[in-house]
């Protein structure tokens, strides 16, 4: 991920699964200030997911595709547009997940 603009998400293990399994392919937050900071007229090319905080945590880097800003559920969100995964590390465990 040499010079790649990363923007790093931890995130539970049912939409990590999601995720790593090609079923979810947006990622949604809430539209709050933390987010604009975070988010608003800043280009990422990777999103790198983390499934938790330990050391050999289950790790995937997906393409960013930009984000849109919607209604979801009568709350604004970021939504963010998931691209391929270019590289996993340390999820053997979801080899055999049921989701």
Not at 46 to 58: D, E, M, S, T, W
Not at 85 to 98: P, S, T, V, Y
Request: include cysteine; charged fraction near 30%; glycine fraction near 6%.
């Amino acid at each position: 991920m040499e010079n790649k603009k990363v923007l790093h998400l931890i995130l539970m293990r049912k939409y990590f699964e999601l995720i790593l399994n090609g079923v979810k392919t947006k990622e949604y937050r809430d539209k709050t200030p933390y987010w604009d900071r975070r988010l608003k007229d800043k280009e990422y090319d990777v999103i790198q997911f983390r499934n938790g905080y330990q050391k050999l945590a289950p790790v995937m880097v997906v393409e960013h595709k930009g984000y849109d800003v919607i209604e979801r559920n009568g709350v604004v969100v970021y939504s963010i547009n998931l691209g391929n995964i270019l590289e996993k590390r340390n999820c053997g465990i979801f080899d055999n997940a049921q989701i």
